[in-house]
């Protein structure tokens, strides 16, 4: 298989391991098609993070860039693709888009880790303690597809990374059955011709060892005719396309025969042969 791999990170967001030069070289002797790194983005200023060591500061962002550029013109056998991984905060839209609008990305990633200030995939113990703040579990994920549904309408973003990523904690389990949220999702997800990635990083971080989305939400994705892109969410060098024979597997289940790829911020295709 020669993965193709979107979702990367390097250790200037301050919680990944190994060097981005070691990522590359991993990938380089794995047959790697794409490596495209999305590193978390600075979030806006004068949001102060709740959690340390989430995201790039500020001040070193010009340096992932650089280095990207860098190991682009070390490594030309390699097709390195620079993304970016970023927050969507709801009192920040206009900021997150300035912001944006400089520097130039093969593609964005747009994520919600964050509801109401709460971390919502850091641990149990913390979410548990800050659950209060949306009631319950359910109040959760109301928030999240609330959120969700505004990020879309931002169009800041190409892909949504981890759709469902409220999931990965036994803590926010939903009470109530999420399907007619995820349709709603779905149908703007097509209406704004965005991109959902199957994210293999769930399958070590969930507490029920599923990609993100779940299968019954590829189900669904693959019906409505959603596309879709292949990240495996690393953050260390030898995590690079975890889990992608499976994530193929699930792909061709249910009948996708292509993904998505970006450079410039435009689509490109691939067939599933092609990996
Ligand atoms: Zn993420
Ligand atoms: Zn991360």
């Not at 250790?11 to 391991?17: D, I, K, L, R, S």
């Not at 939400?217 to 990240?231: C, D, K, P, W, Y």
């Amino acid at each position: 298989m020669r993965p193709v791999d979107l979702h990367v990170h390097t250790p200037y967001c301050g919680h990944a391991t190994g060097s981005a030069e070691q990522t590359v070289q991993h990938a380089i002797k794995r047959h790697f098609l794409i490596l495209g790194f999305s590193e978390h983005f600075p979030y806006p200023v004068g949001y102060v993070d709740p959690i340390p060591d989430c995201v790039v500061p500020h001040a070193l962002w010009p340096d992932y860039v650089a280095e990207i550029f860098a190991l682009q013109n070390a490594y030309p056998d390699l097709d390195i693709r620079l993304g970016a991984e970023v927050d969507y905060l709801p009192d920040y839209e206009k900021e997150i888009k300035k912001a944006l609008s400089v520097g130039h990305y093969d593609y964005i990633y747009g994520s919600i880790h964050l509801l109401n200030d709460i971390g919502i995939d850091y641990s149990d113990k913390y979410l548990s303690i800050h659950l209060d703040r949306f009631n319950d579990a359910d109040g959760l994920w109301d928030r999240y597809w609330e959120n969700m549904e505004k990020l879309i309408r931002l169009e800041m973003c190409d892909i949504l990374a981890h759709l469902d990523l409220p999931k990965k904690l036994v803590t926010a389990k939903p009470g109530r059955d999420q399907t007619e949220a995820v349709r709603h999702i779905l149908s703007l997800v097509r209406e704004y011709d965005l991109v959902i990635e199957i994210n293999t990083g769930g399958i070590d971080r969930t507490y029920n060892h599923d990609p993100y989305p779940s299968p019954q939400i590829l189900q669904i994705a693959s019906e409505m005719g959603i596309q879709v892109t292949l990240g495996s969410d690393a953050h260390a060098p030898d995590q690079i396309g975890r889990y992608f024979d499976r994530a193929v597997e699930l792909l061709q289940a249910f009948g996708w025969e292509k993904i998505v790829v970006f450079q410039d911020r435009k689509k490109e295709y691939l067939g599933l042969y092609e990996l």
